[in-house]
């Protein structure tokens, strides 16, 4: 019976499908999820997103729109505007925002929209830092990328992360390797009116800032790594940009390696 479960909540992005109705995005869903059987049989699907949909923010009185991508300073946004609409958090993720699932964010002409993105092979390595070798071996955590079998493990290198991550394709990847303009574009336009960048992220945040009464940036989450070009060799920079070619030349980066 739980395994059925299981398979439905198990799409890209985590969008959770549970008897045919679709549970709410966000807080709401979470909460929803730590509520049911699920954590109890299956306790290391708490760290599988299983019960989030992609979803935007809205902060109504500032007529903010904000579409977070992961492993794009995220939780420090997050922290920014949970603090400009006054809402108390210990962790940023767990704000209770107002949310709007990416595959219904209505027509906000008056909501000033937007994003950060970050070079693909960059975010590739911060992934990797994070997830696998602080997580997982570091801290011992439960796998993050469990449901892919063996493809993900503990003491895997950067080069097998990178192999195993070009061999899935956007429609099962993780959200946290899936390309960024799965979150930023429908049918083929973006669905934000400025698209930040991570590599410039204190003079793009200053432009968001003039936007609405918010503050500064907090700093969360980092995760300590090399500089991204010198993770790669050539062949395997060049793996990682076929897999996320779209990213690439939508959000105009290029190849910075050897």
């Known amino acids: 019976m739980i395994w059925p479960m299981v398979q439905a909540a198990l799409q890209c992005g ?35 997103y299983a019960w989030e949909r992609p979803s ?3 902060l109504p009185a500032q007529k903010l729109l904000y579409v977070p991508v992961p492993k794009v300073a995220n939780r420090s946004i ?18 209770a925002f107002q949310t709007v699932p990416l595959t219904a964010v209505p027509d906000l002409t008056d909501y000033f929209r937007f994003t950060f993105v970050r070079h693909p092979l ?22 993050l990328f469990w449901r892919y079998g063996r493809r993900f493990w503990p003491e895997m290198s950067f080069a097998e992360f990178v192999t195993a991550v070009a061999a899935i ?15 930023v574009y429908r049918q083929g336009a973006p669905i934000v ?38 993770m790669y060799t050539p062949a395997l920079a060049q793996l990682a940009v076929a897999r996320y070619r779209q990213d690439m030349a939508l959000f105009g980066y290029e190849v910075e390696v050897g």
């Open 14 to 48: 985590g969008m959770a499908s549970f008897s045919g109705k679709l549970k709410p995005a966000g807080r709401a869903a979470r909460l929803w999820f730590m509520r049911s059987p699920l954590p109890r049989y299956v306790p290391f699907l708490a760290y599988s």
């Open 169 to 183: 394709p956007d429609g099962r990847a993780d959200r946290h390797f899936c390309s960024q303009h799965t979150f």
């Open 56 to 58: 935007a923010i809205l």
């Open 193 to 230: 009116d400025f698209v930040g960048r991570f590599e410039q992220l204190a003079q793009d945040w200053e432009f968001v800032r003039q936007q609405a009464n918010i503050g500064p940036l907090p700093h969360f989450n980092p995760s300590p790594h090399k500089p991204f070009a010198e």
């Open 78 to 95: 997050k922290a920014a505007l949970a603090d400009a609409a006054g809402l108390p958090y210990t962790d940023p993720h767990e704000a």
């Open 122 to 143: 960059d975010r590739l390595v911060s992934c990797y830092a994070q997830k696998i070798v602080l997580y997982a071996r570091q801290l011992q955590m439960p796998l």
